[in-house]
């Protein structure tokens, strides 16, 4: 059985866009023997009710905490004053989940589509016109994806990727877990030298 290395991410969690650039680095890297699976933890229910202003104010703070601890990664703090900001993150699962549907190539760009719109281009993902949008940009089938997304099937798949994080107890993200031989490793992040995880899993492989 080939090792699987397990990415464990939502596609509005801000430290997952931070991550996202040595993210790319480590894959690139890896052992081709190396299996990689993408799972969507889900950070937050489907919710429409707009964020207190107390959390808004602690979410500023945390994308200021990302800016300072990961260099070249910026947010557009236009987004508290053009949207009315949902903690919501169901729906953009589920896109990509749709995206990927039509193709596993889409996980990864509708993962970056919606990271581009949430913190470049002040948009909501949390609302599902913004969603459609992007499937639209990508040029997916729209009414493939409008299907898909809105159907319990998506929903069902988004419920198992999540069930399956909590059983790798990967319940932050992002988050990064080897399977080696049924035993599993939460390797360390390092959200800008790839390197040090890069290590960590050859030392696992190597002493398997």
Not at 17 to 23: M, Q, V
Not at 82 to 104: D, F, H, L, M, N
Request: glycine share 2%.
């Amino acid at each position: 059985m080939k090792p699987i290395l397990y990415y464990v991410h939502d596609p509005m969690c801000s430290w997952c866009w931070g991550f996202s650039h040595t993210l790319d680095e480590l894959l690139s890297q890896l052992p081709k023997n190396i299996e990689v699976k993408r799972l969507l933890g889900g950070l937050a229910f489907d919710s429409d009710v707009p964020i207190p202003e107390s959390m808004q104010q602690q979410i500023k703070r945390n994308w200021l905490r990302i800016e300072d601890t990961i260099p070249d990664v910026k947010f557009n703090f236009d987004f508290w004053e053009k949207t009315i900001p949902r903690r919501s993150t169901y729906p953009s699962c589920r896109a990509v989940i749709a995206a990927r549907q039509q193709g596993e190539v889409y996980d990864v760009l509708m993962t970056k589509a919606i990271q581009r719109a949430y913190y470049h281009e002040a948009k909501n993902p949390s609302n599902n016109s913004t969603l459609i949008e992007l499937a639209k940009e990508l040029k997916l089938s729209v009414s493939e994806f409008e299907n898909d997304f809105f159907s319990d099937e998506i929903q069902n798949k988004l419920m198992k990727e999540v069930a399956l994080s909590r059983e790798l107890y990967a319940d932050s993200f992002p988050n990064l877990v080897l399977e080696v031989k049924n035993k599993t490793f939460t390797i360390h992040l390092n959200y800008n030298h790839s390197q040090t995880m890069l290590n960590e899993i050859n030392n696992i492989l190597q002493s398997k």
